[in-house]
């Protein structure tokens, strides 16, 4: 079958994990028979068509310089056809056939009948012949004249009797086979493999695809980046940077792909992903004021105390960012043995954006809590990010024969701030990890 087409693709896909390793000494004996055949085949078979082609110029010339010059020359077209029966007249005197002269029957009549064709029978009467002198013989010629139209006459009788006779065609000589066409009908597998064009498979459908199911898992690094929207809060920017400090971060995905006999790759899914940080805070002299209501047995409210703490205050939170995203992505792949490897892009599009943890208020610069399941909270951030982009290269390495380790080096980027328009900070998150799982091919 042809290597390029899409079927042997198909099937060698489906059979390379059932081969089995020859041993060495094989690989050794085959390399040692082949290695010059083999060459010399190959070089053959890409020249073959300019050797045929400059074998069969050299027979030509050959056949020209050998072949003899048998042509007939042609006086005139259509050739005439001979005549079947001519008549046979004689003009000489009455006399017996023994005594006529030679030399008359060769000047005025010569015998056209061929061979297979009877003569004619000797049932005209002629006068017998008697020997005269020349005077008596100029007496005679009116009776001779006589004589030999009556034999005229005789002759056309006798023509008519004879049945009609056609002339002979000669059937048409065989064709002769020229020199490829002998040379075909003797090896006719070389020719064929040379001049007629590639054999093609059959196709079926539009290709083939193939479907795979992917779990994957990946440590992250995040990379967050902050800016003002206005100048004033350059240095609120700059006690958040100083507050808050990158921990870790990860994301797993299930993945279906559909990939194509042509290296075409589909992948579409979901995306979970989250980011860690951690939030300090230290303040050496501060002061808190707590209010403390004083109630009765029956549980009234009788006052209320107020309490000034005066001292350091050490805060430390774990900030989350959480998001779910829905990717759509294009690839393409390339298959080297047990080896794929894949290159991928497209967009993600986020459908949740969850986040918990403290910060600095923009106001007075003091600890704040944002939580996107409390209304009361601080309303600093989205509910949803929108779209993403996404791109990657990865590796597949066959384990099974339906069972591929997938290791895929990935980075991810939202555009769009995180924060809603009316915060004082625009903040986006660019994260890059390696995805680390297993594909299942359905």
């Known amino acids: 079958m042809n290597k390029h087409h899409s079927m042997d693709e198909a099937f060698r896909k489906k059979l390379r994990d059932f081969e089995m390793e020859p041993s060495d000494h094989l690989w050794e004996q085959i390399v040692q028979k082949r290695n010059w055949r083999h060459r010399a085949l190959n070089r053959a078979r890409k020249q073959s ?248 047995q029956d549980g009234t409210v009788i006052g209320t105390d107020t309490v000034i703490e005066v001292g350091a205050r050490h805060k430390i939170t774990h900030n989350q960012y959480r998001m779910l995203d829905i990717p759509f992505l294009v690839g393409y792949e390339i298959n080297k043995g047990k080896l794929d490897i894949s290159l991928n892009g497209g967009a993600y599009l986020n459908l949740l954006f969850r986040q918990k943890g403290d910060f600095l208020s923009p106001q007075d610069m003091r600890p704040v809590s944002f939580d996107s399941g409390d209304p009361d909270a601080y309303p600093a951030f989205k509910q949803a990010v929108g779209l993403g982009w996404y791109g990657s290269l990865g590796l597949a390495y066959r384990l099974k024969p339906r069972v591929q380790l997938i290791l895929e080096p990935h980075i991810k980027a939202f555009p769009k701030s995180v924060t809603q328009e009316q915060f004082a900070v625009s903040q986006h998150y660019l994260t890059t990890g390696l995805f680390i799982g297993l594909r299942h091919q359905l």
């Open 49 to 296: 068509p300019m050797l045929v082609l400059g074998a069969a110029l050299l027979m030509a010339g050959l056949n020209w310089l050998a072949w003899p010059e048998s042509a007939q020359a042609i006086q005139s077209f259509p050739i005439p056809l001979s005549t079947a029966i001519a008549p046979v007249a004689s003009t000489a005197p009455a006399g017996t056939p023994s005594e006529q002269s030679p030399a008359l029957i060769g000047e005025g009549h010569t015998n056209t009948l061929p061979p297979s064709v009877p003569a004619r029978p000797a049932f005209v009467s002629l006068p017998p012949a008697t020997a005269t002198p020349a005077l008596a013989l100029a007496a005679n010629m009116p009776s001779a004249v006589t004589a030999t139209q009556q034999e005229e006459k005789t002759t056309q009788l006798y023509a008519a009797t004879l049945p009609a006779v056609r002339p002979i065609r000669e059937a048409p000589a065989p064709a002769v086979a020229t020199l490829m066409e002998q040379h075909s009908s003797k090896q006719p597998g070389i020719l064929k493999g040379i001049f007629s064009p590639e054999p093609k498979c059959a196709e079926f459908g539009n290709g083939y695809w193939s479907f795979y199911f992917d779990a994957l898992a990946s440590p992250d690094l995040s990379i967050r980046q902050m800016s003002p929207r206005n100048p004033e809060y350059e240095e609120y920017v700059q006690s958040r940077r100083e507050t808050e400090s990158n921990m870790y971060a990860f994301s797993g995905a299930l993945r279906l792909s559909m990939v194509s006999d042509k290296g075409l790759a589909v992948r579409t899914g979901v995306n979970y992903s989250q980011i860690n940080e951690k939030f300090t805070y230290y303040s050496g002299s501060e002061e808190i004021i707590k209010y403390i209501n004083r109630y009765d």
